[in-house]
Nanobody, 115 residues
Framework: QVHLVESGGGLVQPGGSLRLSCGAS????????MNWYRQAPGKQRELVAG???????NYADSVKGRFTISRDNAKNTLYLQMNSLKPEDTAVYYC?????????WGQGTQVTVSS
């Protein structure tokens, strides 16, 4: 059974930083593309950042230069380092793993940016 478990969310002031983690089990983590999505209240879920099995990364324009996605295949863990956070980054952040027809989601972690 596949499990993706996010952690690291919370309340942070504007300009602050958080690091999200996603621990994976039940999959051969190293061969999966991994992504972070987010969904704000009343909005559609959107792709924040992705990293391929080979380590290639891509980012939404809104987070380029502020967020960094990385992975540790030895620990089966995906990370999202978020710096210079803005109120508009407030959302539930979801971990996603994808390979061909296989597509798995975590339960999400809340990130709130507010003073």
């Amino acid at each position: 059974q596949v499990h993706l478990v996010e952690s690291g969310g919370g309340l942070v002031q504007p300009g602050g930083s958080l690091r999200l983690s996603c621990g994976a089990s039940g999959i051969n983590f190293s061969i999966y593309g991994m992504n972070w999505y987010r969904q704000a209240p009343g909005k559609q879920r959107e792709l924040v950042a992705g990293i391929s099995s080979g380590g290639n990364t891509n980012y939404a324009d809104s987070v380029k230069g502020r967020f960094t996605i990385s992975r540790d295949n030895a620990k089966n863990t995906l990370y999202l380092q978020m710096n210079s956070l803005k109120p508009e980054d407030t959302a539930v952040y979801y971990c996603n793993s994808r390979l061909l027809q296989y597509n798995y989601w975590g339960q999400g972690t809340q990130v709130t940016v507010s003073s």
